[in-house]
């Protein structure tokens, strides 16, 4: 009785923090090529049609998705294919290229092969180029503001980024190569003197700087002010410089984009249902970074969803990186640990939290020592004469 009045207690304190925010709303950027669809004609190009038939291309899939190709009155079919035949391409492979990406047919030769040069600049070779075009056609037939992209290539190169990890910029980041390349230069400044005026070593800069682009380079499109705005608000909330380090590492750069009115409402509820004060709570966001990007519902519906599988607060406090675990993952865990004997509120919630293979890689050694027997049978009895 006491436990369920306990848990009721922490349920209400935290349902008194709850303030419901709107998500985001995002809008996704279609691909964009060199080339205008502003015309008005509703007659398709027929020899586009023929020529894109000869490819085994299901012109109807190209008219639901992408009608306005059909509509050009120029377009480049047989030198698009015969631009992927020369790196090795088969006739099916350049079929699927140009049924998933039909704006290819629209980009000028000449455009297409100023493309092939700059993909070439960070690809081993023709096998590996058309490997990655295949893939992601749209990434590479987005032929425009060509001179800026290489630019930004050869500065990154600059910087001593390896090619593959350009090379998958240019699949997953292309935002990054719109940029003005002297902007990137300048955010890249900005996230050193940060770093070094943090307390970070100089031997370090150029490894830290490295890794942080290389698992977040969407970081260059944020703004210098932002980057600037972040770190005053965490000083303003008392960490010291040496935690902001630990933050900015753990995080992977997504701390300059958090806003600091949301960081701010989870701060305020985390040290409400932790009961902590101000130091004790800079040390678990230093050990869990979710108490900063997780809004207030998600954190209070993940930790009503462990009290509720009879967790306690002060558990959580020990190992706060449960809070990463959805209520769902954390319901499923319980349940395989329980078929072990293994009570999970009796104990540390170290055997709960990490990644899915670690997890289930930690279960079947608790498994294996469950079923391992007792006594070795092989083994001589000592017995007395």
């Known amino acids: 009785m006491l436990q369920k009045v306990l848990i009721r207690s922490q349920l209400c304190r935290l349902c008194h923090f709850r303030k419901t925010q709107a998500a985001p709303k995002y809008k996704p950027l279609p691909a964009c090529c060199a080339y205008t669809t502003d015309r008005q004609s509703d007659q398709e190009n027929k020899t586009t049609v023929e020529k894109l038939s000869t490819f085994l291309v299901d012109v109807r899939k190209i008219r639901r998705v992408k009608g306005w190709v059909l509509l050009e009155d120029e377009t480049y079919v047989e030198e698009t294919a015969s631009f992927l035949k020369e790196l090795g391409a088969s006739k099916t492979v350049i079929g699927s290229i140009l049924e998933r990406c039909p704006e290819a047919i629209v980009c000028c030769p000449a455009a297409v092969d100023t493309e092939k040069k700059l993909w070439q600049s960070v690809c ?6 058309i490997r990655l075009i295949e893939q992601f056609p749209e990434s590479f037939f987005t032929v425009k503001d060509q001179e800026n992209r290489k630019l930004n290539v050869e500065f990154f190169q600059e910087l001593g980024l390896k090619n593959v990890v350009i090379s998958r910029f240019l699949i997953t980041a292309s935002a990054i ?4 390349v002297e902007k990137n230069k300048q955010m890249i400044r900005i996230l050193q003197e940060s770093y070094l005026n943090l307390g970070g070593s100089q031997a370090n800069a150029r490894v830290w700087l490295l890794k942080l682009l290389s698992q977040n380079p969407f970081i260059l499109l944020d703004s210098s002010e932002a980057v600037k705005e972040t770190l005053k608000f965490l000083q303003e909330q008392g960490f010291t410089n040496l935690e902001m380090l630990q933050l900015l590492s753990k995080l992977k750069g997504f701390l300059f984009q958090l806003h600091p009115g949301s960081v701010q409402n ?13 130091h004790d709570l800079r040390q678990l966001v230093v050990n869990c970074p979710a108490l900063l990007y997780y809004p207030v519902p998600v954190l209070e519906e993940r930790i009503q969803g462990l009290l509720k599988e009879g967790v306690s607060i002060a558990q959580i406090r020990v190992s706060p990186m449960v809070l990463e675990l959805t209520p769902q993952i954390v319901q499923y865990r319980i349940k395989k640990l329980n078929s072990l004997g293994y009570r999970i509120k009796d104990g540390n919630l170290s055997n709960l939290i990490g990644t899915k293979k670690e997890f289930e890689a930690n279960f079947g050694k608790m498994q294996a020592k469950k079923e391992r027997p007792l006594f070795n049978p092989v083994a001589p009895l000592n017995v007395e004469e």
């Open 177 to 180: 190569f719109q940029n003005p």
């Open 266 to 278: 989870s701060i305020s509820f985390s040290k409400n249902a932790f009961e902590c004060t101000d």
């Open 124 to 129: 081993k070779n023709k096998e590996e180029l």
